[in-house]
């Protein structure tokens, strides 16, 4: 190579390296792990704080702060004892003044904030409104010897009262929050509030699913509750309304959205692709919403660690 060509070249390295400006420098950044010994106590109390509300409706004692404190402090907040505070706070069923127990209040929480997404928070009183209305009918009908009409209101009381003791049942073990979910669907408030057939199957869709259907899905589920003609949606089949609101809560996507709604209730945002799909796969098959709140409480994200 000449030396004219070998100076040419160096020229153009020097130029090149010149132009460079700073902002063009790729840097690397290293995340450091979270130091939990220095997070201050009003962080640790403000967590504590956002799960008794999230969890209990409620905010803690003094008394409650205090311990639960010393919990996370005494495991430098590690997740072992994250989880022994949320677990307490949805299982402990001893006597605690204004809850009865925790796991009476978180039960009861979260009754309340079904309601409050299905049926506008409508209270005990309308639900017994309605079975007195049905009281009254199911007399007349039987002086009469009306037996639709004895039929019609026995349906009504069954319907308000499967969501009325809904929330003990759920406690007990009995049913699983799907079921809940479908006796909020299927009674005579959410009728009223979402008055005929095509308000009825688009709010359903709605708050389970938090979209609308499909054209061919509506078809399919209009003419199984207006019609009583036998279709099949989710991979389930219903010929009635109980049967359609059973099918509803019984779909993957239904879970889905359960997921989707514990991120928006307890983060505020909605979860990402990765993390819907870490979730749903255990959701699915055990139907356990204690797990799924569980971990997301526990993150640091959520307690603004």
Known sequence: ???????????????????CKKEDVIEVIVNKPIDYENISTAKVENYINRIYIDLLGREP????????????RADTLGYK?????ITRLMTDTSFVVGDSSYKRAYYQ??????????????????????????????KVSRLLGDSIGVFSAMVTINRCLNV????????LGKIKISDMYAYMLDNPIFDIINMNTLNFVN???????????????????YDIIDK?????????????????????????EFHESM???????????EPTTQESYNLLQDYYVTKDLQTVQTLILMTDEYAHF
């Open 81 to 85: 004892s994250r989880k022994t505070l």
């Open 1 to 19: 190579m000449s030396i004219r060509a070998k100076f040419l070249i160096l020229t153009l390295l020097v130029f090149l390296f010149e132009s």
């Open 109 to 138: 929480r979260l009754y309340d904030l079904s309601k409050a997404r299905l049926l506008e928070g409508a209270g005990e009183e309308e639900f017994y409104q309605q079975i007195g209305n049905a009281m009254f009918g199911l």
């Open 203 to 221: 709010a359903t869709f709605d708050n389970m699913m938090y979209r609308f259907p499909s054209r061919d899905e509506f078809v399919i589920a």
């Open 164 to 171: 009325i003791n809904s929330r003990r049942n759920f406690q």
């Open 259 to 269: 997921v989707k709604w514990c991120y928006l209730t307890l983060i505020g945002r």
């Open 61 to 72: 004692l003094d008394s409650e702060t205090i311990r639960d404190v010393k919990l996370l």
């Open 228 to 252: 009583g003609k036998g279709g099949s949606l989710f991979g389930g089949f219903a010929t009635n309304k109980p049967e359609y609101c059973q099918m509803l809560v019984q779909s993957i």
